[in-house]
C-alpha cells in the first residue's frame, strides 16, 4: 500500500508532466482555511499550514486546540540571543506544529515597525532589519531543521494595518533594499525559508500578489527555490499573479483559481499551461520537503494534540523572563526581596487581565496561563499581606467572559446548538442539528461550524455567569460578524441584529461593539442566552449578506466601574503598602489585525492612575504590556519600570521571576521608545493617503531618525539594564581580510565585557557602523546595527570576550543607479554600545579598493 509520504521519493519532473492540467490547476489554491489540495490519484497528499507566528494554533480559532503562545516576536527580539530562539523555534514551535499536524508554520513576520502605531507591530521582530533578520534565520533554521517548514511573511510593505488590502506603499529602491527587503535577504542566506506569504498591500503601484518583485527578488537575485502563497485572500485576480509568480492562492475559499476561471484564462492565453504547471510544481516542491522532513504528520491521523511537558513549561518561562527589559531602577530598588515584604499592593488593569499576545490571526488559544498577578502572589511568602484594585479599565471592548460562563451543571462553558434556517426569516429547523459544549466566548467560526449545516443558520448559546458575592451593575459588550442578540434571564440587553454599525472586528467584517448593561445579583445564576446567525444585513440595504470569511461573535463583560472611587482606592492601597506594582498597558483589542494603533497614550486613564500611584507611594514598580511603545508621561516619577511585551502563557511566572532577582534581566528593546508621537520617524506620513503610503522617511527608519535629528527618544532602541553592570574594554578590530572582494570579505571586532557589579549577569552587545563620506554623493544614516554578541552569565568580576563577524552586508549600501550593493574605500567607524545611544568604545577600519556586488 502506498503512503502518503511515498511523495517524498517521486520524480517530480515525471509527477508533473503525469497529472492532468485540471489537477495542476487545482494544485495551486488550497483547500479550505489551511490546507493544499491533494491529488489521491498521483498519491500526492495535502499539506496543513498553521498561524504562526508565536504558537501554532491549528486549524481552528472556534473551538480551537489549547496550545503554547511563546512571547511575540518584539519580545523575542529583545533577547538579543539567536541560541535562546533556537532552542524555542525547535522545542516550542517545530515539536508544537507536530502536535497539530501542521507541516508549515505561517510565521516568521519580518514587516518593519515604521510607527510603533502599526496594529502588527508586535508580530515583527525588530526596527532594525539587521537584528530582525538573525532573529528570523534563528528561528527559521531551526524549526526547518526539526522537520517543520515556515512561511516568512509578510513579502514585502506590510508595514501597517489601515486599508492594507489597498494602500501602494510608495518606497524609494534604496530604503526597500536596506530596511524592508533586508530582514528577508538575511534570513534568504542564513536559513532558506521553505515558502514566502506575498503582503496584501501594493509596493510602488502593483500588489505584491501580482508584482515582478516577486520574480526579481526571490527567485532571480536570491535564487531562492521557496514555494509563494498569497496571504489569506490577498490575490486581486487571476492571469496577473499566475504570471508574476505566486505559486499558491490561499485560503481554498478565495475562488480566483477555479478550473471554470483558469480554464478562460488558458483559452484566451492570458496564462499558459507551462506556467500553470511550474506554479503547481512549486507546490509540489514543498509537499515534497515537508515529506521528507517530517513523514509522520503528512502519514498521521490529523488529529490535533496539546502536550505541555514539564520542560516546555520550563522553557516558555525561561524564554519570557528573558524578553522583559528593565528600562530604569533609580536607587536600585529591583530587585524587590520577597522576604522584607509585609504589604504589597498589586494595581492596575492588566494585573489579572488574560493579556497573552496581540490579537488577530497571531492569537491563539492558550493551554495555561500565569497572569501577572497570580505570578506575583505565588513568589510571594504566604504572611505578606496583599492588596488588589483593577484601579481603571483598559480594554477596548469588553473583557473576556472565558471562565465566567458555566453550563446548568457546573461545567465551564456554554451549550451552543447549531440549527438550519428554514426560510428566509430567520426561522429554525424545529431541532438543532448539533450540540456542543462550547469553553470560548469569541468565535471565530470561519468555516469550523457543523458540515452538514446549509447555506444560513443559526447558533445558539445558552449558559450562566458564575453566581458572586456582591451585587453589581453588569456590563455587556457584543461584536459579530452576522447578526446577534443576547438575552440575560430572558430579557433583550442588547439588539446586535436589527440595526448594526460596521466596524473593524474579524478582520473587518464584524460590527462596532453594542453595550447593555443589568443588574447582576448577588449569589444568582443569571441566565446568559445568545443568539447568532450567519447571515448578515447587507451594507448597502439591499439582499442579506454572509459574511466573506464566515460568522463570527464575540461576547465580553464586566463590572461597571466608578472610575473616580477606584483610582482613590487605589492610591490608598498603594500608600500604605511597602510596595506598589502597578501593572498596566495594551491588549489584543489595540493591537491586532486590520487596523492601526492611533495613540502611544495608555488607554482610559491609566496614565492619571500610574501617575497618582508614584505621588502616593515612591517605592513603586511600573510593569508595562504591550507589544510595542508606549508614552510614558509619568516616566521621570518612576523610580523603577519594567517592559515586558506579550508574554504568552508564562508571564507572570517570567514577570515574577525578574521582580524578585531570579533572573537577573538582560533584554534590550528592540524598537525605540519615543517620548511622543510626534517625535516617530514617519508621523505626519504614516497613514494611506488616497491609497498611498508614502515612506518619506526614507532610510531613517527607528533610531536611525533619532539619532539624525537629534530628538532624544524616552528609551533607546537597544536600551535595557541589568541587576549588575558591565565594563566595556579592549576593542580589538582586524583590519579587512579580502578587502576589495565581496566574497570573504570580513573583518572581526573584538572586545572584553567585564562584569563590575554583585550578581551573575548577560549582555548584549552592539556593534554599530557608520559607512565613510561617499565618493559619489550619497547620504548615509549616522550609523547601523551591522553586529551584536550576546554575552550570557558573566559572574561578577569575571571578564568575557564579545566578538562579531562583519561582513560584505556591513560596509554596503544600495547603488540605485546601478542597482548593486556597493561598499566604497574609506574609513568605518565601529561603535560598540550597550545601546544605540550609549556607545562605550569607537575604533575602526578601512578598506582600500571599493566593490560591488549582488544576489545574497
Ligand atoms: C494574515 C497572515 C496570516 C493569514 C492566515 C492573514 O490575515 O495577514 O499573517 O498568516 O491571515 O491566518
Known sequence: MPKPSDIAHADLD???????????????????????????????????????????????????????????????????????????????????????????????????????????????????????????SAYIANVQSHGIGTCIKHFVGNDMENDRFAYDAIISPRALREIYLMPFMIAERNAQPWAYMAAYNRVNGLHMSENPLLKEIIRDEWKSDAMIMSDWFGTYGLSESINAGLDLEMPGVGKWRTQDQMGRCLRSKKIMARTVRERARKVLELVQKCARAAPEIIDGDGQERTNDSQEDVALMRRLAAQAIVLLKNDGGILPLKADHLKKVAIIGPNAKARVLTGGGSASLKASYFVSPYEGIVKALPKDVEISYNEGSQAFLTMPTLDGEIITEDGKSGWIGSWYDHVDRNFSLAPKPLKVDLISETKLIILGSQPPELGERWSLILRGFLRPRDTDTIFEFGLTVAGRAKLFVDGELVIDNWTKQRPGDAFFRTGTLEERGTFHRKAGVKHEIVLELCNVKPAAGGGEDEIPPSGAAVQLGGADVLDADKAIEESVEMARSADVAIVVVGLNADW??????????????????????????????????????????????????????????????????????????????????????????????????????????????????HYENVNIAPLFAFGHGLSYTSFEYSNLKITTPKASSVAEGFEVVVKLVVKNTGAVTGSEAVQVYVTLPPSSFGHLHVPKQLRGFHKVRDIEPGESKEASVILDKYAVSYWEEGTARWRAERGKYIVSVGASSANIRLVGEFEIGREFEWRGL
Open 14 to 136: 515525471e509527477l508533473v508532466k503525469g497529472i492532468k492540467l485540471e489537477d495542476a490547476i487545482a494544485l495551486t489554491s488550497g483547500v479550505g482555511f489551511w490546507n493544499t489540495h491533494a491529488v489521491s490519484s498521483a498519491n500526492i497528499p495535502a499539506i496543513k499550514v498553521s498561524d504562526g507566528p508565536n504558537g501554532i494554533r491549528g486549524s481552528r480559532y472556534f473551538m480551537g486546540t489549547p496550545a503554547k503562545v511563546i512571547p511575540c516576536a518584539t519580545a523575542l527580539g529583545s533577547t538579543w540571543d539567536t541560541e535562546l530562539i533556537g532552542s524555542a523555534a525547535a522545542k516550542l514551535l517545530a515539536e508544537e506544529a507536530k502536535l497539530r499536524g501542521a507541516s508549515i508554520i505561517l510565521g516568521p513576520t519580518v514587516n518593519i515597525q515604521r510607527s510603533p502605531l502599526g496594529g502588527r507591530s508586535f508580530e515583527s521582530f525588530s526596527e532594525d532589519p539587521y537584528l530582525s533578520g538573525q532573529i528570523a
Open 591 to 704: 493591537e491586532t489585525s486590520g487596523y492601526d494603533r492611533t495613540t502611544l497614550a495608555l488607554p482610559g486613564r491609566t496614565d492619571e492612575l500610574v501617575a497618582k500611584i508614584l505621588a502616593a507611594n515612591p517605592k513603586t514598580v511600573v510593569i508595562t504590556q504591550a507589544g510595542s511603545a508606549v508614552e510614558m508621561p509619568w516616566v521621570d516619577f518612576a523610580p523603577a519600570i519594567l517592559h515586558t511585551w506579550y508574554l504568552g502563557n508564562a508571564t507572570g511566572d517570567a514577570i515574577a521571576d525578574v521582580l524578585f532577582g531570579k533572573v537577573n534581566p538582560s533584554a534590550k528593546l528592540s524598537l525605540t521608545f519615543p517620548k511622543r508621537l510626534q517625535d516617530t520617524p514617519s508621523y505626519g506620513h504614516f497613514a494611506s493617503e488616497n491609497g498611498k503610503v508614502r515612506y518619506a522617511e526614507d532610510l531613517y527608519v527607528g533610531y536611525k
